[in-house]
């Protein structure tokens, strides 16, 4: 069984619209969260050790989609169940599910790259393989 985590946020005023939703975007910004926590709870070095020791810099977003199936209101304390769907060889799947309570809520998914700085230009980054033992952590 792959390794999952579960982050929880409570909705704040601030992350509602005028109809006393949340507005959609904030979902994607506790999805963002909830993968960093995903791989802190691993284990998994800190982007700074990881860097000093094999040049990966992080694990940015290249692509993001979330449906949504219910609203969630100021003041309710959500969860955002999180796992790795896929492996692929430069890039991962994450796999986010919102509830309240039993209640799901909306199902996120986000594909990242683990990065490096260009070596020809360190403006830039690249995606590289998989670092083995991070994938080892959360398999």
């Given at each position: 069984?792959?390794?999952?985590?579960?982050?929880s946020f409570t909705v704040e005023f601030g992350d509602c619209d005028p109809a006393g939703i949340v507005f959609y975007p904030n979902?994607?910004?506790?999805?963002?969260?909830?993968?960093?926590?995903?791989?802190?709870?691993?284990?998994?070095?800190s982007w700074r050790d990881a860097s000093a020791r094999d040049g990966v810099v992080g694990a940015p977003l290249v692509d993001a989609?979330?449906?949504?199936?219910?609203p969630a209101r100021h003041g309710e304390t959500i969860a955002i169940d999180t796992s790795i769907a896929e492996w692929r060889s430069r890039s991962f799947v994450m796999r986010h599910v919102i509830r309240?309570?039993?209640?799901?809520?909306?199902?996120?998914?986000?594909v990242r790259v683990f990065a490096r700085r260009h070596p020809d230009d360190p403006s830039?980054?690249?995606?590289?393989?998989?670092?083995p033992d991070i994938r080892k952590r959360v398999e």
């Open positions: 069984m792959s390794f999952h985590h579960t982050t979902f994607f910004r506790w999805m963002d969260a909830a993968t960093w926590h995903f791989f802190d709870a691993s284990g998994a070095p989609s979330a449906h949504f199936e219910r309240r309570g039993e209640v799901t809520l909306a199902e996120g998914r986000e830039r980054i690249q995606a590289v393989a998989v670092p």
